[in-house]
């Protein structure tokens, strides 16, 4: 399996969290207090998310045993 996959969706996701969590920077600015915890706890799922593709791009790249 070629490499370019997960960098890609690795990339994509980081890019949503961090998009994800300027908005809830954004929206506590504005006042909607009540829409932050959510925005922001999805910022911090895509985060995960994209350590979690790059460990198994890690895993994907060692050999494997039988």
């Known amino acids: 399996m070629t490499k370019a996959p997960f960098m890609a969706m690795a990339a994509g996701t980081a890019v ?10 954004q929206l506590r600015a504005d006042g909607y ?11 911090v799922l895509m985060y995960v998310t994209a350590a979690l593709v790059l460990v198994t791009w890690v895993r994907d ?5 039988n």
Do not use: N
């Open 16 to 25: 949503l969290g961090t998009a994800l969590g300027s908005l809830a920077l």
């Open 33 to 43: 207090e009540q829409y932050v915890e959510s925005v922001a706890t999805f910022s």
């Open 61 to 65: 790249g060692r050999p494997h045993a």
